[in-house]
Structures are given as structure tokens and as C-alpha cells.
């Protein structure tokens, strides 16, 4: 649900950040102190808030909002999978490098996926384009239908007998 232009611009902004701090942990309460309300009021202030339809309408246009930039759509999915498959993708590695008297020390290196890595992606981005296809005998022989075929025939001709 879209919010209408004027109930944006009937929200104060006190009650704008009532609507931020709510979404962030849905403790209405809470969201109200954060947001400036008084301690002493604030549980009931935000009762009230969470009654009015302009407040109600505008968490949900700002929540749809949030909830879109945290699903990946299928375009960043192909996006990211290519560049894993074009090794274009670096990777933090912990290595460990002799620094003399028998001692060693830690360090983190970038290094480019492995190639293991950059096959899964090439077989995924090729199943999500239908580029494998596996080849699977349909056909079925079935006794049934050779044995009732038979049966037709005798019948017919008049040379069914008893088995």
C-alpha cells in the first residue's frame, strides 16, 4: 500500500522518527522514547500513534521499502554468480608465515575464488538458464497392455484358450 503524499506530509517529524525506531524492533514503547517522546507518557503515546491510519499507512510503505533492499531479485543473484564464475571475486584467507626462530604469525590475504567455487557458480547460473538438460527414458513396456492385446486377438480369431 503506497502512502498518499498528504499523509506524509500531515506526519510530524517526531512522529516520522516514531515510525523509523519502530520498525527497528517493533517495541512501540520503546520506539517512542527513542523517537523523543516523554518516558512517563510513552507507552501510551504510542498506543495512540500506532491507532492513526496516516502512521499505520506510512510503516507500511517505509517497511516495503526495507523489505525490498534485503531480498536479492534475480538480476543481482546472475549478477553476483558471473562474477564468481569470471573469478572476479576476491576472498579474505588467513595464511601463516615463519618469522624466524622457529615462530609464526597470522595474516589475512585477499585471494581470488577458487576454481571449485567458480565451477558451482558456472552450474548454477547454467541450471537457471535451462542450459543442462538430463535425458530420461519415458518409454515404459508394459506387460499388461501386451497381454490384453494378445487376449483381443485370440478372441477375435477365436484361438483364445485357457492359461
Same mark, same amino acid.
Given at each position: 500500500?503506497? !502512502?498518499?503524499?498528504?499523509?506524509?506530509?500531515?506526519? !510530524? @517529524?517526531?512522529?516520522?522518527?516514531?515510525?523509523?525506531?519502530?520498525?527497528?524492533?517493533?517495541? /512501540?514503547?520503546?520506539? /517512542?522514547?527513542?523517537?523523543?517522546?516523554?518516558?512517563?507518557?510513552?507507552?501510551?503515546?504510542?498506543?495512540?500513534?500506532?491507532?492513526?491510519?496516516?502512521?499505520?499507512?506510512? %510503516?507500511?510503505?517505509?517497511?516495503?521499502? !526495507?523489505?525490498?533492499?534485503?531480498?536479492?531479485?534475480?538480476?543481482? %543473484?546472475?549478477?553476483?554468480?558471473? /562474477?564468481?564464475?569470471?573469478?572476479?571475486? =576476491?576472498?579474505?584467507?588467513?595464511?601463516?608465515?615463519?618469522?624466524? @626462530?622457529?615462530?609464526?604469525?597470522?595474516?589475512?590475504?585477499?585471494?581470488?575464488?577458487?576454481?571449485?567455487?567458480?565451477?558451482?557458480?558456472?552450474?548454477?547460473?547454467?541450471?537457471?538458464?535451462?542450459?543442462? %538438460?538430463?535425458?530420461? @527414458?519415458?518409454?515404459?513396456?508394459?506387460?499388461?497392455?501386451?497381454?490384453?492385446?494378445?487376449?483381443?486377438? =485370440?478372441?477375435?480369431?477365436?484361438?483364445?484358450?485357457?492359461?
Amino acid at each position: 500500500m503506497k !502512502t498518499e503524499n498528504k499523509d506524509i506530509e500531515t506526519l !510530524t @517529524d517526531k512522529q516520522k522518527a516514531f515510525c523509523l525506531e519502530y520498525l527497528l524492533d517493533f517495541n /512501540a514503547t520503546q520506539a /517512542a522514547i527513542r523517537a523523543g517522546y516523554s518516558k512517563k507518557t510513552a507507552r501510551q503515546q504510542a498506543q495512540v500513534l500506532l491507532t492513526k491510519l496516516d502512521i499505520q499507512n506510512y %510503516i507500511k510503505d517505509i517497511s516495503g521499502k !526495507t523489505e525490498k533492499k534485503k531480498i536479492m531479485d534475480v538480476q543481482e %543473484i546472475q549478477e553476483r554468480l558471473t /562474477a564468481l564464475a569470471r573469478g572476479e571475486v =576476491e576472498e579474505d584467507v588467513v595464511v601463516t608465515e615463519n618469522i624466524g @626462530d622457529f615462530t609464526s604469525q597470522a595474516r589475512v590475504v585477499k585471494k581470488i575464488v577458487g576454481a571449485k567455487d567458480q565451477v558451482k557458480a558456472l552450474e548454477l547460473l547454467g541450471k537457471a538458464n535451462a542450459l543442462f %538438460i538430463e535425458k530420461v @527414458d519415458a518409454s515404459v513396456k508394459n506387460d499388461s497392455q501386451d497381454l490384453l492385446r494378445r487376449y483381443l486377438e =485370440e478372441a477375435k480369431h477365436g484361438t483364445l484358450t485357457k492359461k
